[in-house]
């Protein structure tokens, strides 16, 4: 899959480069981000939050699409959003916003640009995203972003302090209005 830069008024969502390293290990520390990832904080030093934007630069494999958020005017890191698991015309899609940034619904239109261009550019159907139910601000970005919930799995997902979790499933369809 050939990169892309996807444009979303004030933000730019654009591939990762190695200087988003420092920034991404910042982020990574961010208690609520350690929280609701699976890696945890335990050991973001440079060179793991180096590893973390180089594996979501090479998109060679064909089965994810991984952006930095930025922002349009000054180029400032602002958070994360990526489908992972491209397969058969179905992903999920998985996001974070760096504290500073927060408040501002930087998830929410990054979602929402993302997802567009996952129906129209890359063809797929059904994208899930899935969020602890113990985690309201991501079910907001969701349910705004036009994925209806679906259902609840129980203890689905060992999150980052290693602890199986309740989730909310929501799915956006191409065939959505
Ligand atoms: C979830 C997250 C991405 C949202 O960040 P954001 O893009 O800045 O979103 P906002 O702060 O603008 O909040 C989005 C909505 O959630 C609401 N919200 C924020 N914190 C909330 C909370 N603790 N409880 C309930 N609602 C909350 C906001 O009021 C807003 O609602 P609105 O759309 O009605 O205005 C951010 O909090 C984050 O990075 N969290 C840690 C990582 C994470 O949870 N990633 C998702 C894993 S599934």
Redesign the pocket.
């Known amino acids: 899959m050939e990169h892309v830069e996807l444009a979303a008024g004030e933000l730019l969502l654009r591939p990762w480069q190695d200087e988003d390293a420092p920034a991404v290990r910042d982020a990574l520390r961010?208690p609520?981000?350690a929280?609701?990832?699976p890696q945890g904080d335990d050991l973001i030093d440079d060179e793991v939050a180096l590893l973390w934007v180089r594996r979501r630069a090479d998109w060679s494999a064909g089965d994810h699409a991984s952006l930095a958020v930025t922002s349009a005017v000054d180029g400032e890191l602002l958070?994360s959003v990526s489908l992972h698991h491209i397969r058969n015309g179905d992903a999920s899609i998985?996001?974070?916003?760096?504290p500073a940034?927060?408040?501002?619904?930087?998830?929410?239109r990054a979602v929402v640009r993302l997802t567009d261009w996952a129906f129209a550019d890359l063809g797929l159907h059904r994208v899930e995203?899935?969020?602890?139910v113990a985690?309201?601000?991501?079910?907001?970005?969701a349910e705004?972003a036009g994925y209806p919930a679906e259902g609840t799995l129980r203890e689905s997902y060992r999150y980052g302090d290693g602890r199986r979790y309740d989730e909310h499933l929501h799915a956006r369809l191409a065939t959505d209005r």
């Open positions: 961010d609520a981000i929280q609701w990832n958070g998985g996001y974070w916003t760096a940034a927060r408040g501002r619904h930087v998830a929410l995203l899935c969020h602890a985690n309201p601000a991501s079910c907001r970005v705004r």
